[in-house]
């Protein structure tokens, strides 16, 4: 399998634009997550999905951030409008529980998507 | 809330020495996942820790589990140059079935000859 696949590596747009971030999963993988991570706040989870499914999304940040899997090989992550703090690198990670209890849940990471917001 | 807290959060050391970076979480869980980051690029994994007393070595790294102290430890061995990146230390946020990782604030590791 090739690994979490995310497109684009770099993003630069205006602010106020709208900008759309894709992730396509490992396949068979059922669990797929949005991470943000800056310099300041780290690593943040955003949203997860489990089947397709938004579980939590506690960690959007507000209204401008919206996350939709319609499918279990594709994923976007959409801001709408765009805003300077929103500049940081977008992970995707996806994982499936395997083998026996405690299951191994361990999350494999795509190459991040750079956003600049300018 | 799940906290993961990491320490130290920057550590520079010398070729050849011994260091142990410490992951503490406040949480019961028996999941956690230890995960390395060059600059730029993506988190590549490292360890995976799935139950209490749990170690982990692959070369000069070599990972523990203590699920009552809620603490894991990555030490290293005779650190050398290749090993400078950030670590990152994450706990599933559910005891039982899946949830989601809360990463640590990572470490940033620099090995200088």
């Known amino acids: 399998d090739a690994g979490v696949i995310q497109s684009p590596r770099h993003e630069v747009t205006e602010m106020g634009q709208e900008v759309t971030l894709r992730c396509k999963p490992i396949?068979?993988?059922?669990?797929l997550f949005w991470y943000r991570q800056t310099m300041m706040r780290g690593l943040e989870l955003l949203i997860y999905?489990?089947?397709?499914?938004?579980?939590?999304d506690s960690g959007m940040p507000e209204d401008r951030f919206s996350a939709k899997m319609p499918n279990a090989s594709f994923s976007t992550l959409k801001i709408q409008p765009s805003e300077p703090r929103d500049s940081a690198v977008y992970f995707c990670?996806?994982?499936?529980?395997?083998?026996?209890?405690?299951?191994?849940?361990?999350?494999?990471f795509g190459q991040g998507t750079r956003l600049t917001v300018v | 809330e799940l906290k993961v807290e990491q320490n130290p959060l920057f550590l520079s050391m010398q070729e050849g020495k011994n260091y142990t970076i410490y992951c503490n979480y406040s949480?019961?869980?028996?999941?956690l996942y230890w995960y390395r980051q060059d600059p730029g690029k993506s988190l590549e994994s490292l360890f995976v820790l799935l139950s209490n007393g749990a170690v982990k070595q692959e070369g000069r790294l070599m990972a523990s589990l203590d699920t009552k102290a809620r603490l894991s430890t990555l030490h290293i061995t005779a650190a050398v140059h290749d090993l400078s990146a950030t670590y990152f230390c994450?706990?599933?946020?559910?005891?039982?079935?899946?949830?989601?990782?809360?990463f640590g604030k990572g470490t940033k590791l620099s090995v200088k000859p």
């Open positions: 396949s068979g993988h059922d669990y």
């Open positions: 999905f489990n089947n397709n499914v938004p579980i939590d």
């Open positions: 949480t019961t869980s028996d999941r």
């Open positions: 990670a996806s994982s499936s529980e395997q083998g026996a209890l405690p299951w191994n849940t361990e999350a494999f």
């Open positions: 994450a706990v599933d946020s559910y005891g039982g079935s899946q949830g989601n990782l809360i």
